[in-house]
């Protein structure tokens, strides 16, 4: 009597089992030694549809967890931030401290840090 090739397959007459074929390497098994292959989709692991051995069942990836964030600290309220616009202006004044100014009255200013010209007061 010949006997046909079952791979890695248990057989036995008394107890019928199922067979199944690994997804990866193609050999023979029973279909309850094959595991699902999970993998990491966002936070949580989904299932990639996949029957595997043992031997080519892979571990999840911890790469690809999306990592927490701590959430930002709560504002406070009525902050009083600097004005450092005003604090950045560079007036142009002369040795006697009087500022100078232009044919128009308006007083030189050199462009401060945020390139915006202060109105004149």
């Not at 232009?102 to 840090?113: A, H, K, L």
């Amino acid at each position: 009597m010949a006997w046909r090739f079952t791979g890695r397959a248990q057989v036995n007459s008394s107890s019928p089992a199922a067979f199944a074929v690994c997804d990866r390497c193609s050999m023979w098994y029973n279909h309850r030694d094959l595991n699902w292959q999970y993998q990491y989709a966002g936070p949580k692991l989904q299932n990639l549809r996949l029957l595997v051995c043992r031997t080519c069942l892979d571990t999840p990836q911890p790469q690809l967890k999306p990592r927490i964030l701590s959430p930002d600290p709560v504002p406070i309220m009525n902050a009083r931030p600097e004005n450092f616009l005003i604090d950045d202006a560079s007036w142009v004044v002369a040795q006697d401290g009087d500022y100078l100014v232009t044919q128009d009255s308006e007083r030189i200013v050199i462009e401060n840090s945020s390139n915006q010209r202060l109105p004149p007061d």
